[in-house]
């Protein structure tokens, strides 16, 4: 969807034939670069141009960022009224990075469906949204304290919570502690053992 009145950063444009033609020679020449070397990767590249859809008042600032892979090519573009920086910067370090701020938001209110207060008590609604913030804690620790470059690292939350939270487990309960015994078939006992363990140094 373009925006009637772009401003400011971070308003995506669906891609179209006008816009295309700015880059056509940018999405060839990058394939052409990943073909060279296909051992490589992704390969991204930007690009600037001026350009109005015909619902704008004027001419404005569009960025361009072209990703070609082994599974084909991918182009963005977003439009700012920002006079200054280079196109990278304002798409990576900006434009992805709100997108980013908005992820956490996301991940609270659909993995944790901490939108669903239909209480009929305003206490009762306040309680439950302290619940969800607590679970939005837990699981957001647990992600933290993952070995570093792992997937567990950038894992959302509603697939930790099935993996490591929503398990068939035996629990003892001794004088002074509290053992877990999971079946032999759990595959991922080791990185469970390893959280419970730097979990407790991270409240401690």
């Known amino acids: ?41 992704k390969l991204r590249r930007f690009t600037q141009f001026y350009d109005a859809a015909q619902s704008w008042r004027r001419v404005e600032r569009i960025i361009a960022r072209v990703e070609v892979g082994p599974e084909g090519s991918d182009t963005r573009f977003i439009v700012t009224n920002l006079e200054g920086g280079r196109a990278k910067h304002l798409y990576e370090r900006l434009y992805c990075a709100r997108g980013q701020a908005e992820n956490p938001i996301k ?15 305003a206490e009762a609604n306040q309680f439950r949204l302290f619940l969800h913030a607590g679970a939005y804690w837990l699981l957001w620790s647990m992600r933290r304290v993952m070995p570093k470059g792992s997937a ?22 001794l004088k002074t502690q509290i053992k877990i015994h999971l079946p032999s078939s759990a595959p991922d006992q080791a990185i469970f053992a390893m959280l419970l363990d730097r979990l407790l140094r991270l409240v401690t």
């Open 152 to 173: 567990w690292r950038v894992m959302q939350f509603d697939t930790l919570r099935l993996r490591l939270v929503k398990l068939a487990a035996r629990v003892v309960e």
């Open 1 to 41: 969807m373009v925006p009637r009145e772009p401003g400011g950063l971070g308003l995506g444009l669906a891609p179209n034939v006008a816009l295309r033609r700015h880059v056509e020679a940018l999405e060839k020449a990058t394939a052409e670069r990943v073909k060279a070397v296909p051992d490589r990767g």
């Open 107 to 121: 991940a609270w209110k659909n993995h944790l469906a901490a939108d669903r207060t239909s209480g009929h008590e």
